[in-house]
């Protein structure tokens, strides 16, 4: 099952990369804001509450669903590229078997125990 749902999430990033190459935007933006998304583990300076709660918010499709429908109905097509670029690190980190936190620990994710024991 782990080797499906990495599978996946290797299709949702190389159809997040086809689309951002169809974009017109240049791959240097792509590999600058790549990590952006990272900067949620900050949250964790204030708790493993809060901080899951922050880092889930920068790593869950519904806010990058979310930013889309914003795109989508305010007519502001300049965003499509960070919708893009959000999704295929969300992608790429779920494919490396990087979840959501639980609270009770960075380690613990939706996905399983990461890092070691």
């Not at 999430?9 to 952006?36: D, H, K």
């Not at 499709?61 to 930013?67: E, G, Q």
């Not at 494919?95 to 070691?116: E, N």
Request: a neutral charge; zero cysteines; charged letters at 10%.
């Amino acid at each position: 099952m782990q080797i499906l749902r990495r599978a996946e999430y290797a299709a949702i990033l190389l159809i997040a990369l086809g689309f951002y190459a169809q974009s017109g935007e240049g791959w240097w933006w792509f590999a600058l804001l790549f990590l952006v998304p990272d900067i949620t583990m900050a949250g964790y300076v204030f708790g493993n509450h809060i901080g899951a709660l922050v880092y889930n918010a920068g790593h869950s499709f519904l806010s990058v669903a979310a930013l889309g429908l914003l795109m989508y109905v305010s007519g502001q097509q300049w965003l499509w590229p960070y919708v893009l670029i959000w999704t295929a690190h969300i992608a790429f980190d779920r494919m490396l078997g990087y979840g959501l936190k639980y609270a009770s620990s960075f380690q613990d994710t939706h996905l399983g125990r990461i890092g070691r024991n």
